[in-house]
């Protein structure tokens, strides 16, 4: 039996898909270097340059083509198709962006935050950086993504209270808190799996689609991807390691978050690793019993992740967990282990951010291709 024929309106809808994403990778283009990218037939990029243009997606510059041969006009995305906000909320502050379908950033506000803010303080520093943002741009906000330092319920967005976490705003509930700013969908999620998307696609696991992303900070975390895709769990708790059980500095089982405290690396009346420390115990050489005591449960911590998720390689960021000393710890100790697996340091500044900024422009992309042929299913 012959699979049916698409639909004329499936056709038209992809074509013209194939036509913004080329305008989505550069400012201008003719119908001809359309055609050239995409591969198109240059009567069918004029079909969809026109319905298109009776959309109000794409515009015609204005500009020419100049030298030899027929005269060819320059085409560009509409300037009123709108942004998108990407936020990171961290123990120090709120970094807030309006991003536009072609990545590009159209205005940043940032915002200190003490470690201890809470959710009232934080979520008038989000509402306020959204407000000033979507001022600056003079259009709509049409969609958010969020990322945060702390846990975060997959169904509901809303950030998740567990015990002894470092940065803790209580039940922030990001979408609630950017309703009025954002006429489109808010989509929140944990700090590392955004990080761990950035270095699958814009880091060093790049091709590898199973790898355990390790960051280790003022905060300890995880995330796991299998087969690309980062794997939250059913609450969106996957990857909280900072409870589980592991080598203390003598050998004795004890909480990973627990050896820092044991090795005086916990701030006073905190459980927020203190970072400024620890840095300056891994350029000191005669720390020697410390880099060993931290490679060992840090170790204990791969251990698990390799029986639970099988990764074919490790990543390890955040503020000392990349630093060359601990890697080379890590390695060393990781080596002698039954099952090990490639270790590399994250490399990505600010990975967290960058995840996030990526996934907005796609979701700013789609919103822009629904609007072309709104009843087709894709």
């Known amino acids: 039996m012959n699979a049916p024929k698409p639909s004329l309106e499936l056709l038209r809808g992809l074509t013209d898909e194939n036509v913004l994403r080329a305008l989505m990778a550069h400012d201008r283009l003719t119908r001809a270097e359309i ?21 109000e997606l794409v515009v015609d510059t204005g500009e020419r083509t100049t030298g030899r041969g027929r005269v060819g006009s320059y085409y560009a995305l509409a300037p009123h198709l709108g942004t998108a906000l990407v936020a990171s909320i961290t123990p120090h502050g709120v970094i807030a962006e309006a991003v536009d379908a072609r990545g590009h950033t159209h205005g940043q506000v940032r915002t200190a935050l003490d470690a201890d803010a809470g959710q009232e303080v934080a979520a008038e520093a989000l509402a306020a950086a959204a407000m000033q943002l979507g001022g600056k741009v003079g259009g709509p906000l049409r969609l958010a993504v969020v990322s945060a330092a702390d846990p975060v319920d997959r169904a509901t967005g809303r950030l998740v209270h567990l015990p002894d976490a470092p940065f803790l705003v209580g039940a922030l509930d990001p979408p609630a808190v950017l309703a009025e700013m954002v006429t489109g969908p808010v989509l929140v999620d944990n700090d590392v799996n955004w990080a761990a998307r950035a270095e699958y696609e814009h880091g060093c696991a790049q091709g590898v689609d199973d790898f355990v992303y390790l960051h280790l900070g003022e905060g300890l975390g995880c995330a796991v991807v299998n087969d690309g895709i980062v794997r939250r769990g059913h609450r969106g708790l996957a990857g909280e390691i900072a409870h589980l059980y592991t080598a ?58 390799l029986s639970l998720a099988d990764p074919q390689s490790v990543v390890v960021g955040g503020t000392w967990g990349a630093h060359p000393r601990m890697i080379t710890a890590i390695e060393e100790h990781f080596t002698r282990s039954p099952r090990s697996v490639p270790v590399s340091a994250a490399f990505l500044p600010l990975p967290e951010l960058t995840g996030a900024r990526a996934r907005a422009v796609d979701e700013l992309g789609s919103l822009i291709f629904r609007a072309a042929h709104p009843t087709t299913t894709w």
């Open 248 to 305: 203390g500095p003598d050998g004795q089982a004890m909480a990973f978050t627990e050896v820092f405290a044991a090795l005086d690396l916990r701030r006073a009346s905190s459980t927020a690793i203190d970072v400024p420390k620890l840095l300056e115990i891994l350029e000191d050489t005669d720390a020697a019993r410390v880099h060993s005591a931290l490679a060992r449960a840090i170790g204990g911590v791969l251990s698990a992740a």
């Open 35 to 55: 055609a050239t990218r995409t591969g198109i037939s240059k009567p069918t990029i004029s079909d969809s340059i026109q319905r298109l243009e009776q959309a």
